[in-house]
């Protein structure tokens, strides 16, 4: 008898009141010296508050309602920047501060600060100018640096871009020697990244990234209660949910193994960058292998490699987890292909046989 546990939005939404408050994580942080700029990302979104301050010359970057989850940082720089330094400034607050070589100073109307999306954020800073009389002001008041806001109350209107939903049972079927599973129970949770408010990185022609990923997970949903396998999809609609609430329903469900699906971004110079990425933290190492190359045979996605990351979802659930990033919506070749009902349903197939794939030879 195949089982499909779904959790909609009223349930998502009690579940979402009743529990704990969650922080979102600073994930990454890049200084580039070539391109004079700080990239910084997030696993949910955020939005940054930024100063500039003298005595020395150094630009402050807080995350508010953002956690560290390690020891403080400071790494060295080039460039005429002397280190970076990361660290929980308070309890809810992350800390960035990139501090110039003593004598030099930014002209702080020139700092620009930009989004890909809300968990992924680009300072652009001027050429450092030598004066040391400026940079070692103590009367000089700190200033200010222009933040936009983080893109994550308001959702675009249809467009022609828009992705449309796949029909999920248009016969798409996968390989007869990939049909069973061991005899037993077993339950995957399939979780589509973002949802409501919040649609995630937005790309090329304004593709979101909620719709790529609700699409091909509920594929995948299908396609794996095709093989009597039971599924709980975290959500199956456009409504907002957050991190812990999606832990809760694997736990609850004493799951399997969690497969959450993403897609990719990076700043919009950038659109060269296309590929899959697949990120565990600990159980997951082998479920990640077999799905990223699953993906690789089935698609013919570039490899962007098996990595090791803290995402919350796979952080803090028991079971094998892992997250997907299915391509880059900035991407010139991932965004085109994304776009389409056939590709996001070859990426579906492929995601539901590593499923398989792993289940069969045991977790």
């Known amino acids: 008898m195949k089982l499909r546990w779904l959790f909609p939005g009223l349930v998502g939404a009690w579940l979402l009141l009743t529990s704990i408050a969650s922080a979102t994580t600073l994930q990454s942080w890049r200084f580039d010296s070539r391109q004079n700029q700080l990239e910084l990302s997030t696993d949910e979104g955020v939005q940054p508050r930024a100063r500039l301050l003298y005595n020395p010359t150094r630009l402050v970057i807080d995350l508010p309602g953002t956690k560290l989850?390690?020891?403080?940082?400071?790494?060295?720089?080039?460039?005429?920047?002397?280190?970076?330094?990361?660290?929980q400034f308070d309890r809810e607050t992350t800390r960035i501060v990139l501090e110039l070589d003593r004598g030099y100073t930014l002209?702080?109307?020139?700092?620009?600060?930009?989004?890909?999306?809300?968990?992924?954020?680009?300072?652009?800073?001027?050429?450092?100018k030598f004066s040391p009389l400026l940079a070692?002001?103590?009367?000089?008041?700190?200033?200010?640096?222009?933040?936009?806001?983080?893109p994550v109350a308001v959702s675009p209107p249809v467009s022609a871009t828009e992705v449309q939903p796949t029909p999920v049972n248009q016969g798409l079927r996968l390989p007869r020697s990939l049909s069973t599973v061991p005899n037993g129970r077993r339950v995957v949770v399939i979780d589509p990244?973002?949802?409501?408010?919040?649609?995630?990185?937005?790309?090329?022609?304004?593709?979101?990234?909620?719709?790529i990923v609700l699409d091909i997970s509920q594929q995948v949903t299908s396609l794996l209660?095709?093989?009597?396998?039971?599924?709980?999809?975290?959500?199956?609609?456009?409504?907002?949910?957050?991190?812990?609430?999606?832990?809760?329903?694997?736990?609850?469900?004493?799951?399997?193994?969690?497969?959450?699906?993403?897609?990719?971004?990076?700043?919009?110079?950038?659109s060269d960058i296309?590929?899959?990425?697949?990120?565990?933290?600990?159980?997951?190492?082998?479920?990640?292998?077999?799905?990223?190359?699953?993906?690789?045979?089935?698609t013919g996605a570039r490899d962007r490699r098996v990595r090791q990351a803290r995402f919350y979802v796979i952080r803090r659930t028991s079971m094998p987890?892992?997250?997907?990033?299915?391509?880059?919506?900035?991407?010139v070749e991932d965004a085109a292909q994304l776009r389409t009902p056939t590709y996001r349903s070859r990426m579906a197939a492929a995601i539901a046989r590593g499923i398989l794939r792993y289940l069969g030879q045991g977790e």
Do not use: C
Request: no cysteine.
């Open 69 to 87: 989850g390690r020891p403080k940082q400071t790494e060295a720089v080039s460039g005429k920047f002397a280190t970076l330094r990361v660290a």
């Open 107 to 128: 002209d702080p109307k020139q700092i620009r600060v930009r989004y890909n999306s809300a968990r992924q954020w680009i300072v652009e800073l001027p050429p450092a």
């Open 136 to 150: 070692t002001s103590e009367i000089l008041p700190s200033q200010d640096i222009e933040v936009p806001q983080a």
């Open 193 to 211: 990244g973002h949802g409501g408010p919040d649609p995630g990185a937005v790309g090329i022609g304004g593709l979101r990234e909620t719709d």
């Open 225 to 270: 209660e095709q093989q009597d396998i039971t599924v709980v999809l975290t959500r199956n609609g456009e409504y907002d949910l957050g991190l812990e609430p999606r832990v809760q329903m694997a736990e609850r469900a004493n799951a399997t193994i969690f497969v959450s699906i993403h897609a990719n971004a990076m700043p919009a110079n950038r």
């Open 274 to 298: 296309n590929g899959v990425e697949t990120y565990y933290y600990n159980t997951g190492k082998q479920l990640a292998q077999v799905i990223h190359q699953t993906i690789l045979e089935d």
């Open 321 to 331: 987890a892992v997250l997907l990033e299915v391509g880059f919506v900035t991407g």
